[in-house]
Nanobody, 114 residues
Framework: QVQVVESGGGLVQPGGSLRLSCAASGAIFESYTVYWYRQAPGRRRELLAGIISGGGADYTNSVKGRFTVSRDNAKATAYLQMNALKPEDTAVYYC????????WGQGTQVTVSS
């Protein structure tokens, strides 16, 4: 059974940083592309970034230059480094393993507020 667990969320002041982790078990992690999404209250889920097994990554314009996605296939873990956080980044952040099947974590709350 595949499990995906996000962690690292919390409360941070504007301009601050957080690093989210996405740990997978029960899957051949390197065979999946990993996507990061977020969903703010009353809004649709938004795709932020994706990273393929070899490390190539792409970002949506709203986070390009501030967020960096990475992965460690040996640890079956992906990361989302978030810098220069803004109040509008407040949301629940989700990790998605996309491949022969799709797996989602439960999400981790990020709140950017002074």
């Amino acid at each position: 059974q595949v499990q995906v667990v996000e962690s690292g969320g919390g409360l941070v002041q504007p301009g601050g940083s957080l690093r989210l982790s996405c740990a997978a078990s029960g899957a051949i992690f390197e065979s999946y592309t990993v996507y990061w999404y977020r969903q703010a209250p009353g809004r649709r889920r938004e795709l932020l970034a994706g990273i393929i097994s070899g490390g190539g990554a792409d970002y949506t314009n709203s986070v390009k230059g501030r967020f960096t996605v990475s992965r460690d296939n040996a640890k079956a873990t992906a990361y989302l480094q978030m810098n220069a956080l803004k109040p509008e980044d407040t949301a629940v952040y989700y990790c998605n393993l996309h491949g022969s099947s799709d797996y989602w974590g439960q999400g981790t709350q990020v709140t950017v507020s002074s």
